[in-house]
């Protein structure tokens, strides 16, 4: 299985983004899917998520400026960015729950990461 991210990018602050991810490989079923971030010096964080059944939650620092959504039919989960700050600089990851067969538990998967970067 595989976690491909597209779509970072440099944009001045106050503009929008677009990140792509899309899963493939061996895949039964797809849970939760999410973007994290991970800024300079900090931790990896929460940026966004979303059930299968499309119930999506976000932290307060993104609340209103950033969508998720996703595609079952594509296995893709999106990341609507608008209105960025410097702030939201960062590597953003994309992370999956995916079941590989009937059989199996849900098991954690990652992509590399894109860059966003964010000019004041």
């Known amino acids: 299985v595989q976690l491909v991210e597209s779509g970072g990018g440099l944009v001045q602050a106050g503009e929008s983004l677009r990140l792509s991810c899309a899963a493939s490989?061996?895949?039964?079923?797809?849970?939760?899917m999410g973007w994290y971030r991970q800024g300079p010096g900090k931790q990896r964080e929460l940026v966004a998520a979303?059930?299968?059944?499309?119930?999506?939650n976000y932290p307060d620092s993104v609340k209103g400026r950033f969508t998720i959504s996703r595609d079952n039919a594509k296995n893709t989960v999106y990341l609507q960015m608008n209105s960025l700050k410097p702030e939201d600089t960062a590597v953003y990851y994309c992370n999956a729950h995916i079941i590989r067969d009937p059989l199996s538990d849900y098991e954690d998967y990652w992509g590399k990461g894109t860059l966003v970067t964010v000019s004041s």
């Open positions: 979303i059930t299968s059944a499309g119930n999506t």
């Open positions: 490989g061996s895949i039964f079923s797809i849970n939760t």
